[in-house]
């Protein structure tokens, strides 16, 4: 991304202690929607879509999660947000540590969902072949084996909202849009920002996400300093939306306790 990368457009509902909820790929800000309901009484709740998804144009050339995290520094900078707490769920649970490890004073709480800090050899592999899938034949064309990922068979089968809401962004999603993020998510390795990460770190993982994850879920616990580690079950990778009550519960308890590292 270049200097003239449009400023993000920041969705902005309710009052209290800034919240930022960073969305996963392929979608949009739309996922959060049960959690911004719920924590938008005590919070203010602030979402947007990355480059290429949802109301964010396409950007003209390839970028790094470092590239989102000083674009996700400088919205805030220009919106006057001075600290804010950030959950996210798998690409945006990258960003949201880099965020926390390069911007410190900025990180009041931090939440990560389903992610890791770097994709293994093989899933790098993967992530260029989902790329070039997307940019000649578009997301939908993946969208069953993607969902299979994301949730698990039981909750595919019942074909609830949360299911159909993912199966249409996949549909509606630029190719070129995700295909970079794809890229992005490549190339990322955060490993070396962990010990840097100062905030209070909750880590949460659907019991039935696939290896990887469960393994990055349980290396972000160990590096993290005073991290907490959840799971929840059943879920596969997409665990805010298969279990959306849980998560909030956890959410809330995890905002509301007291902060006691220094």
Known sequence: MT????????HRTGRGPAIVL?????????????????????????RYDFPGHGDSSVPASGYAIEDLSAQLRDALA?????????AGISLGGL???????TNPDRTERLILIDT??????????????????ARTKGVSVMSGPLLDIW????????????????????????????ALACEALAGGDLRPLAPRIAAPTMVVCGTEDIPEFIEAANWLHAHIVGSKLQWLSPARHCSI??????????????????????
């Open 3 to 10: 200097s003239d990368t449009p400023r993000l457009r920041l």
């Open 241 to 262: 939306l298969e279990q959306p009550e849980e998560f909030v519960r956890l959410c809330r308890e995890f905002l509301a306790t007291a902060r006691v590292r220094a």
């Open 95 to 101: 960003v949201a540590q880099h965020f926390a490890a």
């Open 151 to 178: 949730f698990t068979p039981a909750f595919i089968a019942a074909n609830p909202p949360a299911v159909r809401y993912v199966r249409d962004c996949f549909a509606r999603v630029s190719g070129e849009g995700y």
């Open 22 to 46: 960073l969305h996963c790929l392929g979608v949009d800000h739309h996922i959060w929607d049960e959690t911004t309901r719920v924590l938008s009484d005590r919070h203010e709740v602030i």
């Open 116 to 133: 890791t800090p770097r994709y293994s050899d093989t899933l790098r592999g993967m992530w260029a072949e989902r790329a070039a899938t």
């Open 78 to 86: 220009a919106a006057g947000i001075d600290k804010v707490s950030l």
